[in-house]
């Protein structure tokens, strides 16, 4: 077991670094134009001379890959002493520029500008609200732990009337520039800040006295009428992680959560904030709030004790140009998305019934993925960093499947231990021992695949090792079931759950477990699945669905199972497709009507499920 901890202490190192008396890199944001994608960027780094190395970070914590924006970098100019120098990027890491800083000199001016900020599709401002991740306005000296470099950073927000909120503390502020204490580039970059005009900041309760609270910033003022009921169910969430891990490794945590239409929605965590964006009704609605927001705060929350304090080893990299190695996902992400969505549940958001018809089609759309015959779900954690992106043929080739089947694995692991320990053990006692331990600010215990087994032991003897070998390493046909052993079956019905057409949990035209495709609710196709009635029939992502037994596609999901009615007594499916310029017809042999998977309960059987279910946390008094 390695403890890193978050130090103030400088290194001394080579010419490039940083002296160890030498005063704190001063970093300057101007968010001014942040509306029409432009942020501009002033950094004094004193204490360096020679040839310096600078780097802009390239492996972000939590994005599990190298997704630093350097594209957007541009306008860069250097001086020291006044005097203009040159810089050359490092023709094989582009991630690298290099300065000389002449004889006799010391320290180095650093300006740039962020253009396009946000416009390929990435979350950063409308004109209401603003989302910075710090490590898209830094230039730094490269050290080797990054932990020891020391910044002074200050924003320049849209305008004086703007709010924000970060895990940052501030040291004051004079019109729109905030300014905050130094920190470690690890701080900072583990510390986004969100800013707006719509804002509202609820306590949401404390920790073993680390205060806990949500800042929300909305594109109009009416998207933050979140009800008291809504609050209530945050509130139950934080006593749920209390009485689920026992201790909490923070000194005060934020939920930074932006509402809007415009804004893409994102779930990213940190260690005394997480950075949250989702649709602007999230808050105003039972339907918004359970299908938008759900699981999504449940989840970066968990993450503050799986994935930033407990860290796999290979993870926990000294700096942010080394790579990430990505094999234990299943544990960082797998377990936190089974926990997000549980803590939602026991916390009243979801109801039971709400759970499980998320679990059973996660499962499901699982069961339909082809690429498990070829590929095993260890290597999608792997793989993890060239996984995000394009969707098309996600069947065939597996995507970031350690979230969901990495929760199902889990949950399976729960009933097992349940099974085995007649009930008196369950996966809650090792997440407690494992992840809990004892108070703690944000520090990070790793841990290897090892170590996981021998939790598990600690709590239920078992081959675990076992377990995880045959889930994760080996090739297999079907996903884990947890299911039949909690007392439930899988089956399949005309009509899908009610909570799978809420929110993101909605997925416009869904014909995978009939005709083998699923399309967008305009009908552009987004996966086909090989061997499926309609690859048999030549239809492939990226073209789209205009008309449906002679219509034109108007009525979505509803059209498209009348359809399937229609055909089961012995007609066929006719689809009329485009793409690009061209048109056709195809018509589909299929008879067996629409499905969609359900759980069922097996008569006179335990509901392992319902006890897991079952809240852990007081009723507030």
Do not use: C
Not at 376 to 389: F, H, K, Q
Not at 482 to 490: H, T
Not at 559 to 586: C, F, H, I, M, P
């Amino acid at each position: 077991m390695k403890v890193l901890l978050f130090t103030l202490a400088f290194v001394a190192g080579a010419s490039s670094l940083a002296r160890a008396d030498a005063a704190p890199i001063g970093l300057s944001v101007d968010t001014r134009e942040v509306t029409r994608g432009v942020i501009h960027v002033h950094e004094t780094i004193p204490g360096v001379s020679g040839r310096v190395k600078l780097v802009y970070p390239k492996w972000i914590p939590g994005t599990h890959g190298p997704t630093g924006p350097v594209s957007e970098v541009a306008s860069i100019t250097v001086s020291s002493g006044g005097e203009a120098l040159a810089w050359r990027r490092d023709p094989v890491d582009l991630y690298a520029i290099y300065v000389d800083v002449p004889a006799g000199k010391s320290g180095l001016e650093v300006s740039f500008d962020d253009y396009n900020a946000g416009a390929d599709g990435g979350r950063l401002a409308t004109p209401n609200i603003m989302s910075l991740s710090w490590n898209r306005v830094v230039l730094t000296p490269y050290v080797e732990n990054y932990s020891t470099q020391i910044i002074a950073p200050s924003l320049t927000l849209p305008g004086s009337d703007w709010q924000w909120a970060t895990a940052l503390e501030s040291t004051g502020q004079s019109g729109a520039t905030v300014s905050f204490k130094p920190v470690s580039l690890e701080q900072l970059v583990d510390s986004p800040i969100d800013a707006g005009l719509n804002v509202k900041k609820i306590p949401l309760g404390a920790i073993s006295g680390a205060p806990v609270d949500i800042a929300i910033f909305a594109d109009t003022q009416d998207q933050l009428e979140i009800s008291d009921k809504h609050v209530e169910n945050l509130r139950r969430l934080v006593r749920e992680m209390a009485a689920l891990y026992g201790a909490r490794h923070f000194n005060h945590y934020t939920f930074l959560l932006t509402v809007s239409d415009v804004l893409p929605g994102q779930g990213l965590e940190h260690h005394q904030s997480s950075d949250d964006g989702s649709s602007g009704d999230s808050l105003t609605s039972d339907k918004g709030f359970a299908g938008s927001l759900g699981d999504l705060l449940g989840h970066e929350f968990n993450h503050s004790w799986d994935g930033k304090y407990r860290r796999p080893a290979d993870l926990a990299t000294p700096n942010l140009q080394v790579p990430m190695v990505d094999d234990l996902l299943w544990v960082y992400e797998g377990m936190t998305q089974h926990y997000g969505q549980l803590q939602v549940e026991r916390s009243g958001a979801w109801t039971q019934a709400q759970w499980l018809d998320v679990l059973v089609g996660e499962y499901a759309s699982l069961d339909t993925t082809t690429g498990r015959a070829t590929r095993p779900l260890v290597d999608t954690a792997t793989a993890a960093s060239v996984l995000r992106g394009s969707r098309a043929f996600a069947a065939a080739r597996r995507t970031q499947d350690y979230y969901t089947e990495g929760a199902l694995l889990w949950l399976e692991a729960d009933v097992t231990i349940r099974k085995l320990s007649g009930g008196k053990r369950s996966l809650d006692d090792f997440t407690r021992a494992f992840f809990g331990q004892h108070d703690t600010g944000p520090i990070v215990v790793t841990y290897t695949r090892q170590d996981v087994v021998d939790g598990l032991n600690a709590v239920q003897p078992y081959d675990w090792a076992g377990f995880f070998h045959t889930r994760l390493d080996a090739v297999a046909p079907h996903p884990p079931n947890p299911f039949e052993a909690g007392g439930y079956r899988v089956v399949y019905q005309a009509e899908p759950s009610a909570f799978s057409r809420l929110g993101r949990y909605a997925g416009g035209l869904d014909a995978r477990y009939s005709l083998g495709f699923s399309a967008s609710a305009q009908g552009v196709v987004g996966d086909v699945l090989d061997g499926s009635p309609a690859a048999k029939a030549g239809l492939g992502p990226g073209m789209k669905l205009i008309g449906i037994d002679g219509r034109t596609l108007t009525d979505g999901q509803s059209q498209l199972d009348s359809a399937l009615k229609a055909a089961q007594s012995g007609g066929k499916v006719r689809l009329l497709l485009t793409a690009g310029n061209t048109y056709r017809e195809v018509s589909i042999d299929y008879h067996g009507g629409p499905r969609f998977p359900h759980l069922e309960r097996i008569p006179n059987t335990p509901d392992v499920l319902k006890d897991i279910a079952a809240p852990r946390a007081p009723a507030a008094t």
